[in-house]
């Protein structure tokens, strides 16, 4: 599989920009863009049609398409909750399902990449290894928890600092002096999260026995931290069941 696929890509919003963006910048691709003012016809000579418009869009946006999708195509779908077999009723062509996070746009990423089909799985790989760490997946039920996890967890860690910014400054700190701290440290966290370290070292390079940020740690264990995550996850997956659930008809 070389860069030079031919890429339609349909929604140019958060992802899809993020995607044409890390496809750009490591050359993996030069994709056409479909959006609402461009006819809905899938470009002669496609290899593979990448599906990012919101899960409650899909069909609207894909079933004016889907006649002049080439038959050699394959489809990749990046959305959260559409399973394959509902994708298929309307494209009968190879599907990959890949949840990627929007980092792909620095080429720092991470996929979850999904698919019965070999074809559609070289094709994701050609097109997610440029700008994600792509982790395969070998069931499509696996891409709930791996949303949950990947796609929507950067979300969880932003919430995560805000909520240290505001203990910050109720413990005194300017607010603007807060959230700039807790901006730093996620970076950090990014910093080491991007090295071979297990987690485990991670926490022990910073938290000497007895130390204030073990201390830190004993008390988020307590408040249940392992707790709270859990319940993020199981909720972001029940949510894409149903998302699911609502998308089959
Ligand atoms: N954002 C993330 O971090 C992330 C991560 C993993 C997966 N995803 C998945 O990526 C998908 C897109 O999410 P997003 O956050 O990028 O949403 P978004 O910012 O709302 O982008 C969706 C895009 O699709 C376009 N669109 C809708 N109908 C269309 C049509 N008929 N023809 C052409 N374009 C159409 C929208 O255009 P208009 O603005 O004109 O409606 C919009 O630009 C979702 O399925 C989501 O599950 C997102």
Known sequence: MTGALRITLLGHGRLGSALAEGWGL???ATPTILTRANQPVCPAGTEALVIAVKPAQWREAVTPLATSVPPGAVVISVMAGVRSADIA????????????????????GVAAIW???????????ALFDPVADAVDLDQEALLDPATAVAGSAPAFFHAFAQALASAGFEAGLPPEAAERLARGALRSAGAGAATDASFEDLIARIASPCGTTRAGLDALMEARLS????????????????LAGDQTS
């Open 227 to 242: 707790h709270a995550a859990k319940a993020a996850v199981e909720a972001a997956v029940a949510r894409a069941r149903t």
């Open 89 to 108: 009723s309307v494209l009968s062509r190879p599907i990959a399902r890949v949840m990627p996070t929007t980092a792909v746009a620095k080429a720092q």
């Open 26 to 28: 490591t050359g993996a």
């Open 115 to 125: 698919a019965d089909d070999v074809e559609a799985r070289g094709v994701a790989h």
